[in-house]
């Protein structure tokens, strides 16, 4: 029985550091969302429509901004969900699953639309997770997307290079200087829309299978 309390205890204490670090992760990006990321997520995750899979949903912030008069189902998927996901999926009717982006455990052709925001700058294998959205979309189906991109002025770019490197060992593996628009765009959807913000550095946009 002791043991079993001692096991009791170490969850809940696991649990709490996990919740801590989704909100300490929610306002280190305060700053972030207030330069571009916020007004980009109001513009297109509206949008969303039909069956609808969110892709590295992380803590949720995109929830809030779904139309659900659009939507008639939503799974928010992450490669752990963390318990403030968990919540705030709850609260709005989502339902949550436990899902590596390169291996998606969903039928083929499974979704109406799928949204993924500041994703594929952390993936092992962008090129995998980008095959694995394109195979649970619908044909003719939707793909909304923001993801911070390689700069448009070569200063910026040195910047990117540079920092990547420590970045990486400190964010989760998040590469500054990846070509993700590119990589979204060369994966067999057609950019019908795309924004950018703060110098070119973050690039959303509406895709089409």
């Known amino acids: 029985m002791k043991e079993l309390n001692t096991g ?10 996990r919740l801590l670090s989704s909100r300490l ?9 207030a330069g571009g990321i916020a007004r980009l997520r109001r513009r297109i995750i509206p949008r969303a429509d039909g069956k609808v899979l969110e ?16 939507v008639s189902s ?38 109406d639309t799928l949204v993924f ?14 095959k694995e959205i394109k195979r649970v979309v619908k044909p003719g189906g939707k793909i909304i997307f923001i993801e911070h991109v ?16 420590f970045w990486r060992r400190i964010s989760g593996n998040c590469h500054l200087n990846r070509e993700t628009y590119e990589l979204i765009s060369d994966s067999g959807f057609t950019i019908e829309k795309r924004f950018t913000k703060a110098g070119c550095v973050l690039s959303s ?3 089409r299978r």
């Open 150 to 165: 390689l700069g448009c002025s070569r200063l910026t770019q040195r910047i990117q290079h540079s920092l990547t490197p």
């Open 55 to 70: 892709v590295g949903a992380g803590t949720g912030v995109n929830l809030k901004y779904y139309d659900f008069l659009n």
């Open 117 to 130: 925001t500041l994703l594929f700058c952390s993936v092992e294998d962008p090129k995998a997770g980008l």
């Open 205 to 207: 946009g509406i895709g």
């Open 74 to 111: 939503l799974t928010v998927s992450d490669h752990e969900p963390g318990r403030l996901l968990r919540k705030r999926a709850f609260s709005c009717g989502a339902e949550v699953a436990e899902a590596d982006v390169t291996q998606l455990p969903f039928e083929d052709s499974s979704f």
């Open 25 to 33: 992760y929610d306002l280190f990006m305060v700053p972030l969302e």
């Open 8 to 17: 009791s205890r170490e969850h809940t204490a696991q649990n709490s550091r």
